[in-house]
C-alpha cells in the first residue's frame, strides 16, 4: 500500500515540474534592445556631397595646322614653361594613294603637259629664226638708208619688226616657262607615298607650351595625322587647385555666401574650403535611380596651405560637408531611434523596463541625430533601431555588448 501512494507522488511530482518547466517556457520573455540615453550637446546640420578637386585653368593644346605629329616629347608629370618647352612638333603628311582613274587622268595631264612644253619650245624656235630674218633686213636697210636708197620710214619699220620679233621671242620663252611649271605640277600629282625621294625634311611647326605647368593627359600620345584643331595634351599647374560640387538647387539655396566646408575622404587629413560662387544657373542631371534632379555647381577654394594637400590631384573625388544651420545646446535623439506612424515621429522610449509609444516633435536633423523640441526630457532612454518584436508594452532588457 505504501509503495502505491508512493509511485502516485512521484507521478505527481514529475508532472508539476513538467508544468512548471512550460509555464516558464511559455512566460513571456524580455525582448533583447539597442538603447539610448537623450543628452543635449552641440548639433550641426550639413549639406554632404561628393564633389571633385580640379585645376581651375587647364590649357589644351591643339594643332594649329593640319599635318603628321610625331610622338609627343612630354609624359605627363613632365614641368613645362611658358614659350620655351616643346611639346609637339608637326611635319607635312604624305600624298594620299591614287586610284586607277585618277591616276589614268594624272597621266594624261602629264602627257599633255608635255605636248605644251614641245609646243612652246617649237614656238621660241620659230620666234628666234624670225629674229634672225629681221635681224638681216635691219642690216640691209640699214645699208641702203645709208646710200639713200630707201627712206627713212622704210629703215624705221625694219627697225620695229626687229623689236616685235624680239619680243615675241620673249613672250614665247615665257610661255614655255609656264607649261614647264605646269608639266612639273601635273607629275607632282602623281607622286604616292613611297615614291618620292628620301630627303632630309626639317620640322615645319613646333608647338611650344603655352603656360607654365604640368602635363595633365596626353591626348594624342603617339605619332599620327591630326587636322587643324585636333587635340594634342592638357596643361595645368596643380597647385591651382578648386573643388566643384554638384548640388541639389534645394540644397544651394539655403548655403551662405563664403560658407566654409570640411573637406574629406580623399585620403588626407581634413580640409578648409570657402565658397567663392555658386552658378545662377541649374541643370537637369539624372539619378542612379532614374529621377530627373535639377544640379547647380558649387566652387570651393582650398583655403589650407598648399602643404597640407600637396598630394591632392586633379580630378581626384573629395567629400565636402557643407554647414546650413549649427547649435551648441539642443536635445539631442539618435536617428535610429525614430519611426512615423501617420504624419508624426514617435519613439519607444523605455519607462519600467517596458516599451512606451511616444510621440515626439523634432526639428533639424543631420545623419546621426534630431533634435528634439517636445515629446522627450534629457535622460530619457529610447530604443535603438526597433525590430518587429519591439511594441507598445512589452517588457525589454538591453542587449549585452561585448
Not at 34 to 44: F, H, I
Not at 351 to 373: C, K, L, Q, Y
Amino acid at each position: 500500500m505504501a509503495a502505491k501512494w508512493i509511485k502516485r507522488i512521484i507521478a505527481l511530482l514529475v508532472f508539476a515540474l513538467i508544468a512548471a518547466g512550460l509555464v516558464y517556457a511559455l512566460r513571456p520573455q524580455p525582448v533583447a534592445v539597442d538603447v539610448a540615453s537623450l543628452d543635449r550637446g552641440p548639433m550641426e546640420v550639413t549639406i554632404d556631397e561628393e564633389g571633385i578637386a580640379r585645376i581651375r585653368d587647364i590649357f589644351r593644346v591643339s594643332a594649329p595646322i593640319p599635318g603628321r605629329v610625331e610622338r609627343l616629347p612630354v609624359d605627363v608629370g613632365d614641368t613645362v614653361e611658358t614659350n620655351r618647352t616643346v611639346v609637339a612638333a608637326i611635319h607635312p603628311v604624305d600624298p594620299p594613294l591614287l586610284d586607277v582613274r585618277t591616276r589614268r587622268e594624272l597621266e594624261a595631264a602629264v602627257e599633255a603637259a608635255k605636248a605644251a612644253v614641245t609646243l612652246a619650245q617649237a614656238q621660241i624656235d620659230s620666234a628666234e629664226t624670225n629674229v634672225r630674218l629681221m635681224r638681216s633686213e635691219l642690216e640691209r636697210a640699214r645699208e641702203l638708208a645709208d646710200r639713200a636708197t630707201i627712206s627713212v620710214r622704210a629703215f624705221e619699220k625694219a627697225s620695229a619688226d626687229l623689236e616685235t620679233a624680239e619680243a615675241r621671242v620673249k613672250e614665247m620663252r615665257a610661255a614655255l616657262e609656264l607649261r614647264q611649271s605646269e608639266l612639273d605640277s601635273a607629275e607632282a600629282r602623281l607622286i604616292e607615298p613611297g615614291s618620292a625621294p628620301t630627303t632630309v625634311e626639317a620640322c615645319c611647326v613646333t608647338v611650344l607650351a603655352p603656360a607654365d605647368g604640368t602635363v595633365l593627359k596626353l591626348l594624342s600620345e603617339s605619332e599620327q595625322v591630326v587636322a587643324a584643331g585636333g587635340p594634342l595634351l592638357e596643361i595645368g599647374d596643380p597647385g591651382n587647385l578648386e573643388i566643384i560640387v554638384h548640388l541639389l538647387s534645394s540644397d544651394a539655396v539655403a548655403i551662405e555666401p563664403e560658407a566654409l566646408a570640411r573637406v574629406d575622404g580623399w585620403g588626407g587629413p581634413e580640409l578648409t574650403a570657402k565658397l567663392r560662387r555658386i552658378d545662377p544657373s541649374a541643370y537637369t542631371k539624372v539619378s542612379a535611380l532614374g529621377i530627373e534632379e535639377q544640379r547647380v555647381d558649387a566652387i570651393f577654394d582650398i583655403v589650407d596651405p598648399r602643404e597640407v594637400w600637396a598630394r591632392l590631384g586633379h580630378e581626384f573625388r573629395v567629400m565636402v560637408h557643407i554647414p546650413t544651420w549649427r547649435s551648441d545646446d539642443v536635445l539631442r535623439v539618435p536617428l535610429g531611434a525614430l519611426f512615423r506612424r501617420g504624419d508624426a515621429w514617435h519613439v519607444f522610449k523605455v519607462s519600467d523596463g517596458r516599451a512606451a509609444v511616444t510621440p515626439v516633435v523634432i526639428d533639424h536633423r543631420n545623419m546621426r541625430f534630431a533634435e528634439v523640441i517636445d515629446g522627450l526630457a534629457p535622460g530619457d532612454v529610447v530604443v535603438l533601431h526597433p525590430s518587429d518584436r519591439v511594441i507598445d508594452g512589452v517588457a525589454l532588457e538591453e542587449r549585452d555588448v561585448e
